[in-house]
């Protein structure tokens, strides 16, 4: 679980008040995480649940996570004023779950509890964490809800989709606390970080690493976690895009919310999958670590040390998805307004540096935006934080300062904002 960098330097977390609203659903059980998650990293967390949410997880419970009291009525520490103090003081509110009852309490401006009175005075980022039956999450009142805390500048996150209470399943479920965590910590480190500027968006974007396979047991492949794609794919949904996701080979990532998951192996599966998913879309996002090469030959059993062993192993080129994907763009297998942006990680060496290489490619590649990453021990691949270069085709280039891999996301999609846009008026 990654830690939240307020300073924008990854691993110099400042100790930020957190106030973890916690309304009345089965899901207040998945908050206790969430407070663990926030004291873990050094900040200071007040619980504020609702009287109906300790009917689900005792105050006892949330004393001990939070290391603080827990009250839930206006009357209480009358002295301190608290029930104005808290949100005053706040630099963070996150309320999880955020029930349909919470939030139209919240919309209505009523201050009849601890936790509403703490929303209404609160002036730093406020972020609901919905959980609720899809019949509910979908029922026009809620929406209303949603758009009018929105419109207001508040944060409503999208729901997962999955199991509820019961046999039911579908759009409500809340989502898992690291997620929800990592959300919180963005908007830590940039409280604009999460506008709904994508809405109405079609988005792909692929992550993670490709295997290709030598034999059953063997294959080649690279250090690639899926972080930086997924982090992408997570914000892209939670900024109102409609996001499929092409995922390789990832280290244990839950599925972002709102994200529609098609797994892959192999990179000419990938290509599959992308060239599918990409008619029609607005963006492609090309962050995933795809293999250049694949083994000529597979074996279809285990190769055996001692006789029979290969001196060398032939290997083949696969097809380049981020060039394919331009060039299909301009023969007309793509919309000529779907903006194309490909990831490069470099090395520099006695020829040029990282820029001198990635410079190169994008002219090579002809992809609209190139995010670059220098790799090496401890950049990049299996770490939770990042930097590099955002390149544009239009000469521009930007430094992306080193923060988490969710700061990175939130500042491409920074960028692909205004050439959607753009696209859109010359379209």
């Not at 109906?52 to 004023?81: D, H, I, K, M, Y």
Request: hydrophobic share 45%.
């Amino acid at each position: 679980m990654s830690n939240p960098a307020s300073s924008g330097e990854a691993g110099s977390v400042q100790r930020r008040r957190i106030v973890v609203g916690v309304a009345g659903g089965i899901a207040a059980y998945k908050s206790c995480a969430l407070i663990r998650a926030f004291t873990e990293s050094g900040h200071h967390v007040r619980v504020v649940p609702t009287e109906s949410a300790l009917e689900f997880v005792g105050r006892a419970t949330f004393e001990a996570l939070s290391g603080n009291p827990v009250q839930t009525g206006v009357f209480a520490e009358v002295p301190q004023v608290q029930h104005v103090r808290l949100g005053q003081e706040a630099d963070l509110v996150v309320v999880a779950p955020a029930t349909a009852d919470l939030m139209a309490r919240a919309v209505a401006g009523r201050a009849d509890d601890l936790l509403t009175a703490t929303l209404l005075t609160a002036r730093c980022p406020v972020m609901f964490v919905p959980a609720m039956h899809t019949e509910m999450w979908e029922h026009p009142a809620t929406v209303d809800n949603v758009a009018t805390l929105r419109r207001r500048g508040a944060v409503v996150v999208e729901p997962a989709s999955g199991r509820l209470t019961g046999k039911d399943t579908g759009a409500g479920r809340m989502p898992e606390p690291d997620e929800i965590f990592n959300l919180a910590s963005l908007l830590l480190e940039r409280a604009d970080a999460l506008p709904r500027d994508l809405a109405g968006r079609r988005i792909v974007v692929s992550a993670g690493g490709t295997r290709e396979p030598l034999d059953p047991v063997r294959f080649l492949g690279n250090r690639s976690s899926g972080k930086q794609g997924y982090a992408l794919a997570r914000l892209a949904a939670q900024r109102g895009a409609d996001v499929t996701l092409v995922a390789g080979s990832v280290s244990g990532l839950d599925d972002p919310a709102a994200v529609d998951v098609v797994r892959v192996q192999t990179a000419a599966q990938m290509q599959d999958a992308v060239a599918k998913h990409a008619s029609g879309a607005d963006a492609v996002i090309m962050s995933a670590a795809v293999a250049d090469f694949r083994p000529f030959t597979f074996a279809t059993s285990k190769i055996k040390k001692g006789e029979g062993e290969p001196d060398s192993i032939a290997l083949t080129k696969n097809d380049d998805i981020l060039a394919g994907l331009v060039r299909a763009r301009a023969e007309g297998g793509l919309s000529a307004e779907t903006v194309i942006v490909g990831f490069a990680a470099e090395t520099g060496d006695e020829h040029g540096d990282v820029l001198t290489y990635a410079r190169e490619k994008l002219a090579r590649k002809g992809c609209d935006l190139l995010v670059v990453n220098a790799v090496g021990e401890g950049k990049a691949f299996e770490v939770d934080d990042n930097n590099g270069w955002l390149l544009s085709a239009d000469g521009s280039e930007t430094a992306l300062a080193h923060g988490s891999k969710a700061l990175m996301a939130s500042r491409v999609l920074d960028a692909l904002g205004p050439l959607l846009a753009e696209r859109s008026r010359i379209g």
